[in-house]
């Protein structure tokens, strides 16, 4: 329970009552170096403002927080959204989205302000890490933070993720094991501000071709990065074109990729599984339709889960099992098939 009050942060931040209390109700009214000073009082202060009697006599919002470092309209965040949705909402919580997380600064904005507005009752992070300083500021307020495949759980009270490493291993593997020797990696360059999960299906394709090199298979390989946006499967697709002799197998960090290089590779004369093979991952929208072989995950099903882990948390209950993590699932379809040398 707060030890201080409205007139206390106003005494300490050297503003009026009304600011400090624009500043939580309407921060885009109040110039950000006020904005700033308000909150570092508030927080040394351990001060935060209830959102309405319910929570007063509760001490709960009824109110969690979904980060994401893209859009809602990705495919993985808007099904990791959908299973989240499926237990909260009976369970009588709504979800507010914080979009494009995905600086350090936005980070920092978001764990700075929170604890001092404590206005949800969980907080969930998709596809990327936090950092601990940033993590105990929700533990300081007893507000549980939930991961939905993160790189890594250090900072988490639970999460539930895919082996990303181990599934693009399993990739690599598949197309190794048809015999392909000129296998190529399309992917998209990391992010310098922000550690995702899916930054680590590199390292599983890597390990995967080391690993057959070292057992004496004759293979090529490499690592073709392209960078991130929109226009990406172009961007894969024209690095492709530019190598000096085309590869017979192509792995893809994720299935955005895969399934347009499928399309508008015919244009140039290269079919498969007649002349290269093809695997990306997620198995999201289109995949079937597209035939394409895949390593299958199920955000809806990870939002589930990580949904009932975070009331179990917000209850004070002990959780079975904190951290949970999956194996992706190898989807056979028809853009692979075993290599035959050219003769």
């Not at 300083?133 to 933070?145: D, F, H, S, T």
Request: with cysteine.
């Amino acid at each position: 329970m707060n030890t201080s009050d409205i007139h206390d942060v106003a005494k300490a931040a050297g503003v009026s009552i009304s600011t400090v209390s624009r500043a939580f109700t309407r921060p885009d009214l109040v110039k950000k170096s006020t904005r700033d000073k308000v909150l570092q009082a508030a927080d040394k202060l351990n001060f935060n403002i209830s959102r309405s009697a319910g929570t007063l006599k509760t001490g709960r919002t009824n109110r969690v927080a979904l980060l994401m470092n893209e859009e809602i309209t990705s495919w993985f965040n808007a099904h990791v959204f959908a299973g989240l949705e499926s237990v909260l909402h009976d369970a009588g919580y709504d979800i507010s989205l914080y979009q494009h997380i995905d600086t350090a600064s936005t980070r920092r904005d978001f764990f700075t302000t929170l604890p001092v507005r404590r206005n949800v009752d969980a907080v969930f992070v998709a596809s990327f890490a936090v950092d601990p300083e940033e993590a105990a500021q929700l533990k300081r307020i007893n507000v549980p933070i939930i991961g939905i495949n993160i790189p890594k759980t250090d900072s988490f009270d639970a999460s539930v993720s895919i082996d990303d490493e181990a599934g693009m291993r399993t990739a690599a593997q598949h197309l190794i094991a048809l015999g392909h020797r000129h296998i190529v990696y399309a992917c998209s360059a990391a992010s310098d501000t922000i550690d995702a999960s899916i930054d680590a299906r590199g390292r599983g394709f890597i390990n995967a071709c080391e690993d057959a090199q070292r057992a004496g298979r004759d293979i090529q390989w490499q690592v073709l990065t392209v960078p991130r946006g929109s226009d990406i499967a172009d961007s894969a697709l024209a690095a492709l074109l530019s190598l000096p002799e085309f590869p017979d197998a192509i792995c893809c960090q994720m299935d955005m990729i895969a399934i347009p290089l499928v399309m508008k590779l015919q244009r140039y004369g290269h079919i498969t599984p007649r002349d290269y093979s093809i695997i990306g991952f997620d198995d999201s929208h289109y995949a079937d339709t597209a035939n394409l072989t895949t390593m299958r995950q199920d955000p809806w099903a990870m939002g589930a889960a990580a949904a009932r882990k975070a009331l179990k948390l917000i209850d004070g209950e002990p959780l079975d099992e904190a951290h949970t993590v999956l194996r992706p699932q190898l989807t056979l379809r028809g853009t692979d098939a075993p290599f035959v040398p050219q003769s």
